[in-house]
């Protein structure tokens, strides 16, 4: 039985990938934060009792910090693949907490390397490390490629341009098969609540229950290459599969702009937003409502008006550098690892969308009963 290590087990992709490899027979251990509450949300739903017998999901208290801790539970359970997911992974948050992004996103890469190296590991353990399309940055050439320069343009850029080269370094220089994905972004019903799609399908789902009025966004113009997470985690396994230890970038292909996923998000739950006005003052505004749409959704039209905003710029949502345009060439991942997504933008746009009106009537229903639910706050 293969054993993997998956840090940072309870995000969006750990969440996936667990999922996935458990699936595929491995026998994987979770790195966990300690935190006050459980937040294992994303993964309860793989808990195994560990009285049991056949248990093959087991977490373990850690953090990319603290390299003792990593040391000894990689000596422990003797991998045969790591995946590094683990990272304070907000790039505007990354503008508050500089220091702790670099040491968390760049420096605990390296702590993984050296856990492997002093445990004379180099030979039998793999390992993936979470590479971005951050890396970037500031456009130098469209698509962007294994080959396109990199320029970095906020402190989790910088951080993982630092984890991107020291994952090539220990490779080359010590025979480790370390691989950089260097990933573009990827979303899903799962996806932290605070970056923009997500933010996005669950404001439109509440204003289409008359939950929320006004859904406030920073940079409406950025385009991202948005794939669905399923995929990409499905990539990562790739990757360590294959004979010779590569990078590899992730993506669809297309790019789409902010305000697009916004459209496109509400579309879904029958109402057609139009965008006017310029930077700061530019604002969406209902200009159609599909009612029939509306009412297969057990929507009540009658909570929405036409000419009303729904959306509207705070500049304290804009990054003091912006990436302005991420578009991935996937060429070398879908002719040399047979990677092939199976969503494409609608597709992930209505998985969300959906999953969220869900949650939201749930919410929405618990309240009226008088219990206190989801946290709303950004
Ligand atoms: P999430 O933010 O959803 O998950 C990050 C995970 O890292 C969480 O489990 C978090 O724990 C954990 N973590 C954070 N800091 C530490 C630490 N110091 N020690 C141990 N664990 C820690 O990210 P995603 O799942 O979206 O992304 C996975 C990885 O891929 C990240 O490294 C991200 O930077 C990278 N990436 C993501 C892309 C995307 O579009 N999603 C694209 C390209 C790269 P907790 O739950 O306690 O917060
Ligand atoms: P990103 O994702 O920075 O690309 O990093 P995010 O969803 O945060 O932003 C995407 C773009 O949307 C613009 N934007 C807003 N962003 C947020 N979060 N909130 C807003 O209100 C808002 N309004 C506009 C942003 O300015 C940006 O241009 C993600 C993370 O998962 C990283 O860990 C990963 O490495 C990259 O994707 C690839």
Redesign the pocket.
Known sequence: MKVALITGVTGQDGAYLAEFLLKKGYFVHGLKRRSSLFNTDRIDHLYQDQHEQNVHFKLHYGDLTDSTNLIRIIQEIQPDEIYNLA?M????VSFEMPEYTANADGIGTLRLLEAIRILGLNNKTKIYQAS???LYGLVQAVPQSETTPFYPRSP?AVA?MYAYWITVNYREAYGMFACNGI???HESPLRGE????R?ITRAAAKIALGLQTCL?????S?Q?DWGHAKDYIEAMWLILQQEKPEDFVIATGVTTA?RDFVRMSFAELGIEIEFSGKDENEKGVIVGLDVELLKSLGLDQHKLFLGTTVVRV?PK???PT???L?LGDPTKSKTQLGWQPKYNLPALVQDMVISDLQLMKKDEYLNKGGFTTLNYF?
Do not use: C, I, P, W
């Open positions: 990272a992974s907000h790039v505007h971005t399309s951050e989790y993982k990933l573009f972004n605070t970056f923009v799609t933010k406030y966004l920073g940079n409406l950025a991202r902010v705070d949502y804009f990054r912006e990436v302005d991420l950004e």
